[in-house]
């Protein structure tokens, strides 16, 4: 196989605040897979807060493993996944756009979905519009927005504790027969979090992401137990091996599945299979990325309760056609290995 690699800068149509910063741009980072004349193509979303990532450290990874995985065969694709899941520790952004472009690869010579060669099945369901952190008015204003594009349920971001229960009450006014979720990223303490987990149920919020820092399991679990909403980990929950340890703990009710996290399709498998055995809520989300990610990612829809795919409709310009997120819904595209292209 030949690789090659490049950025694009892509700005968002407005910043995008939580509780931990802003972003006005990201810088996509490509990776190509070609074999036979047939070209595959993943996405790298690194976050340093999440997983210690960093945009030259995903270039770093690709450089040091790129002789050895031109080396390798589309043929083996899974044994190749296995080679590089074991090659590092880490780098899961870097490893998910290896892993994207050999499933789009090895799906466009096989004519098959990328879902299909993970015994996966398609999915159509709606996925929330963010509402990004910010005065309770701007929030209820912004949220009023997405309903005129046809968003049926809002991700409302918090982060402020002394704000949070007037943000999710100015929302909830705005959209008064909307589906709310709200994500606390890591905002919260525990007692902060038993008390507006309250304000959450009266305003009939669908479900609480990741309201303490990771590692603090024993506080996610009083806060999830003081719910009557779900409470998903996220940051607390990278890939599979944190999928067991939620499993085996039971910390939250379920968790936040990005490939930028867990480090690829085959990986988010695994992990969907751990989920099910184990009767774990998901919700397959994603990074501010290009429509290329979110294809990769919309191959989960099948397996999975809810969806968090606005990430490409966030930015002002997407360079990929796929999974496009149309009147508040997201489908898995249809069309060989991850059914993305780029737009002409």
């Known amino acids: 196989m030949r690789m ?7 700005p968002t149509k407005r910043p995008f605040v939580i509780s931990t910063g802003s972003l006005r741009r990201i810088t996509a980072l490509y990776t190509e897979l070609e074999h036979d004349g047939i070209r595959g193509f993943g996405e790298a979303a690194p976050s340093l ?15 040091a493993v790129k002789p050895a995985f031109e080396e390798r065969t589309p043929a083996d694709w899974q044994g190749t996944l296995g080679w590089l899941h074991a090659r590092a520790f880490g780098n899961p952004a ?11 690869l090895v799906g466009k010579a096989q004519r ?29 204003k912004e949220a009023a927005q997405h309903l005129d594009a046809g968003f049926r349920v ?3 971001k918090l982060g402020d504790p002394q704000e949070d229960a007037a943000r999710v009450q100015a929302v909830r006014d705005a959209a008064p027969d909307g589906t709310l979720r709200c994500d ?42 003081a719910a009557e909403l779900p409470v998903l980990a996220d940051e607390s ?8 340890a939620l499993a085996s703990a039971r910390f939250a009710d379920g968790f936040v599945l990005k490939l930028a996290k867990c480090g690829g399709l085959w990986q988010a498998k695994q992990m969907l299979d751990v989920a099910k ?20 990612a919309s191959q989960l829809l099948g397996r999975v309760q809810f969806a968090d795919l606005d990430g490409a409709w966030l930015l002002a310009r997407d360079p990929w056609t796929g999974a496009d997120v149309q009147r508040g819904e997201v489908c898995t595209p249809e069309g060989h290995g991850l059914g993305a292209a780029r737009r002409q």
């Open 4 to 10: 090659r690699t490049w950025t694009e800068e892509l």
């Open 49 to 63: 807060r999440v997983a210690g990532e960093t945009e030259q450290g995903v270039q770093a990874f690709w450089a």
């Open 94 to 104: 870097a490893k998910n756009a290896l892993d994207n472009a050999l499933l789009d």
């Open 112 to 140: 098959k979905p990328a879902h299909q060669l993970l015994g996966l099945k398609p999915g159509r369901m709606a996925t929330s519009g963010t509402v990004v952190l910010d005065a309770p008015e701007a929030m209820a």
């Open 154 to 156: 809002l991700k409302v």
């Open 184 to 225: 606390a990223n890591t905002a919260w303490t525990e007692q902060q979090g038993k008390k507006l987990v309250r304000v959450l149920d009266k305003l009939d919020v669908e479900l609480l992401e990741q309201p303490v820092p990771r590692g603090f399991d024993a506080e996610m679990k009083a806060i999830a137990r």
């Open 237 to 244: 929950c990278l890939g599979l091996e944190d999928t067991r």
């Open 277 to 296: 055995k184990a009767k774990l809520k998901v919700m397959v989300g994603c990074m501010v990325e290009s429509g290329l990610g979110i294809a990769a």
